[in-house]
T-cell receptor, first 112, second 114 residues
Framework: KQEVTQIPAALSVPEGENLVLNCSFT??????LQWFRQDPGKGLTSLLL?????REQTSGRLNASLDKSSGRSTLYIAASQPGDSATYLC???????????FGTGTRLQVTL | EPEVTQTPSHQVTQMGQEVILRCVPI?????FYWYRQILGQKVEFLVS????????KSEIFDDQFSVERPDGSNFTLKIRSTKLEDSAMYFC????????????FGNGTRLTVT
């Protein structure tokens, strides 16, 4: 059974810090991995998608990496801002059907 | 930027009643999905839909659930006889290309079964 784990479960940092969120997956047959942001009471906003053939993807202050051999992905957020406060979810896709297996999320708070 | 829209935002129903959750995917997307998130738990896959038929479904998606694309814009999830354990946030998603392009999610419908 596929398992996706995210650590830490919660993280609080002061504004301006760089931070790393971790995602581990057990199924090596990964097709792609997607990072999402979820604000309270809202849906999921897609941040980055990394195909299995890629090592990393960047969008603005966000950089996501993928290491299939170790079953890990990281989301790096540079120069964090209070507006980055949200829950960050990673989701593994092991096939072409986009049947995503989600992690439990990391709840991030960026303080002034 | 185009969005996936879901209605209603909150639905309260009594156990045993039928509910229909509605979604309008992004207009040029061809692949549609329903996911759900029980309070405090992970987001779970329910079903994927393409070319007017189900592509894949999870164990959760039993005979009480059905999906339909009644016209060119709407995508619905029906629960025939709701149970208390169906209470959750239900998310609709769409994608331009399955497995390659990212999924875009709506804001969800919070279903409360009493």
């Amino acid at each position: 059974k596929q398992e996706v784990t995210q650590i830490p479960a919660a993280l609080s940092v002061p504004e301006g810090e760089n931070l790393v969120l971790n995602c581990s997956f057990t199924d090596s047959a990964i097709y792609n991995l997607q990072w999402f942001r979820q604000d309270p009471g809202k849906g999921l906003t897609s941040l980055l998608l990394i195909q299995s053939s890629q090592r990393e993807q960047t969008s603005g202050r966000l950089n996501a990496s993928l290491d299939k051999s170790s079953g890990r992905s990281t989301l790096y957020i540079a120069a964090s801002q209070p507006g980055d406060s949200a829950t960050y979810l990673c989701a593994q896709n092991t096939g072409t059907a986009s049947k995503l297996t989600f992690g439990t999320g990391t709840r991030l708070q960026v303080t002034l | 930027e185009p969005e996936v829209t879901q209605t209603p935002s909150h639905q309260v129903t009594q156990m045993g009643q039928e509910v229909i959750l509605r979604c309008v995917p992004i207009s040029n997307h061809l692949y549609f999905y329903w996911y759900r998130q029980i309070l405090g738990q992970k987001v779970e896959f329910l079903v994927s839909f393409y070319n007017n038929e189900i592509s894949e479904k999870s164990e959760i998606f039993d005979d009480q659930f059905s999906v339909e694309r009644p016209d060119g814009s709407n995508f619905t999830l029906k629960i025939r006889s709701t149970k208390l354990e169906d209470s959750a946030m239900y998310f609709c998603a769409s994608s331009a290309q399955s497995g390659v392009r990212p999924l875009h999610f709506g804001n969800g419908t919070r279903l409360t079964v009493t």
